[in-house]
Nanobody, 131 residues
Framework: QVRLVESGGGSVQAGGSLRLSCVVS????????MGWFRQAPGRERERVASINIDAGATYYVDSVKGRFTIFQDIAKNTVYLEMNSLKPEDTAMYYC????????????????????????WGQGTRITVSS
């Protein structure tokens, strides 16, 4: 059973930065895509960023472009989400998720892989941004 473990959440003031980490229990290159999702209270889950593990191509939702960066460290089996210029509206529970390797990456940064392709999920890490 593949496990994903997120870390790095916390509380920060607007304008601050955080880096989230997601470690997979097997090998990162066993997976086709990795993604970061978030869900705020009363709102639907939103894909924040995703990365094609083989190609390294990335995707970002418009609201985080230029502020967030998703990147991978194959040797550490870890995907990161570097978050800068945080805003109160970034407050949410953040989850990492993985598309297994037997699936196809849809779009350069896996942006067209539906959420149902992300078969493995972490437990989430909370981010609170205060104004």
């Amino acid at each position: 059973q593949v496990r994903l473990v997120e870390s790095g959440g916390g509380s920060v003031q607007a304008g601050g930065s955080l880096r989230l980490s997601c470690v997979v229990s097997d090998y990162l290159n066993n997976h086709r895509c990795m993604g970061w999702f978030r869900q705020a209270p009363g709102r639907e889950r939103e894909r924040v960023a995703s990365i094609n593990i083989d190609a390294g191509a990335t995707y970002y939702v418009d609201s985080v472009k230029g502020r967030f960066t998703i990147f991978q460290d194959i040797a550490k089996n870890t995907v990161y989400l570097e978050m800068n210029s945080l805003k109160p509206e970034d407050t949410a529970m953040y989850y990492c998720a993985a598309v297994p390797g037997h699936m196809t990456g849809l779009g350069p940064g896996c942006q067209f892989n539906p959420v149902t392709h992300f078969l493995y999920w972490g437990q989430g890490t909370r981010i609170t941004v205060s104004s």
